[in-house]
């Protein structure tokens, strides 16, 4: 089967890497198999090598993404982790091995009919909303697993879905989405999305397959394209990146990127 478009060509979500010293936690993401690859970005692990010494507190930046994950040690509680419009951060303690699967946008509501919408800005036990994945997990998962042996399983269950699946596309959504991803987020919703839909029903789709609007869908986008040029903070400064991006004053620029990663560019990107 395929997809309408081939999302991962335009669109690459980033989240930042571990900023403590690899032999304490470690941050690692993995290709899944070939034939998944037009519906999942990645399957990933956060982990800790040692214990630690406090609490560590994962921040996670706004990716336009949905993501399953549990804790290799608990997975009879899975969760899913809906289109968020801001950073959300996760305290986790001394000891932990989380695992998990980030979809592409629009891939989760597709593959498993459930509106993106109701899944927003928030996680929700996996067993609620995907009551199947979540029994696969807990009968299938161990703490002890390898990446190699976590890694099969995901595509193991993953390859039997898609296989099955008729994939249904609103050619009027992806044509909208594409153009999005086409300018980087770095476009007029009003002018530049004429897809021969009203306003209402492109807010309708947008909500259904992404979990938010166009317009907050394209700022995380822009956002996320900056985070993929990797700017250091001195050229933000002498060469103006945010204003080729889009933003229309540093001010702007400034509120909108501390809302989306939970600090100021200067402390995410200097170096």
């Known amino acids: ?28 993401e993995f290709l899944p198999n ?12 956060l982990k800790t090598n040692q214990l630690l010494t406090e609490p560590f507190i994962y921040r996670v930046v706004a990716d336009g993404c949905i993501d399953i994950f549990f804790e290799l040690h608990s ?7 809906g289109f968020c419009k801001k950073f959300t951060e996760f305290p986790l303690g001394l000891s932990f091995n989380y695992v998990g699967v ?48 976590f890694r099969k399983l995901f595509d193991d269950y993953f390859l039997q879905l898609v296989s099955t699946f ?11 989405l594409q153009r999005i991803l086409e300018k980087s987020g770095d476009i007029d919703i009003e002018n530049e999305l004429d897809t021969g839909i009203s306003p209402r029903q492109l807010r309708r789709l947008f909500e259904y397959y992404i979990g938010d609007t166009a317009k907050v869908f394209s700022k995380v986008v822009r956002f996320q394209q900056l985070l993929n040029a990797k700017p250091s903070s001195q ?3 002498q060469h103006k990146v945010f204003f080729s991006s889009g933003y229309y004053d540093q001010a702007h620029f400034i509120k909108e ?12 990107l200097g170096r």
């Open 1 to 28: 089967m395929s997809t309408a478009i081939n999302l991962r060509q335009f669109y690459k979500p980033v989240q930042p890497t571990v900023k403590q010293p690899a032999e304490l936690v470690s941050y690692a």
């Open 34 to 45: 070939s034939h998944l690859q037009p519906f999942i970005y990645c399957y990933w692990q």
């Open 75 to 81: 997975p009879q509680e899975s969760y899913v982790m």
């Open 102 to 149: 980030r979809f592409l946008p629009s891939m989760f509501p597709q593959l498993f009919g459930v509106p993106a919408k109701e899944l927003s800005n928030r996680s929700e036990l996996l067993a609620n909303i995907v009551p199947a994945i979540a029994e696969y997990i807990n009968k299938n998962f161990y703490s002890d697993q390898t990446t190699d042996q």
């Open 166 to 176: 008729s994939f249904k596309p609103d050619n009027r959504f992806y044509d909208a």
């Open 235 to 237: 050229s933000l400064r």
């Open 257 to 268: 990127f501390k809302s989306f990663y939970g600090v100021t560019p200067g402390k995410a």
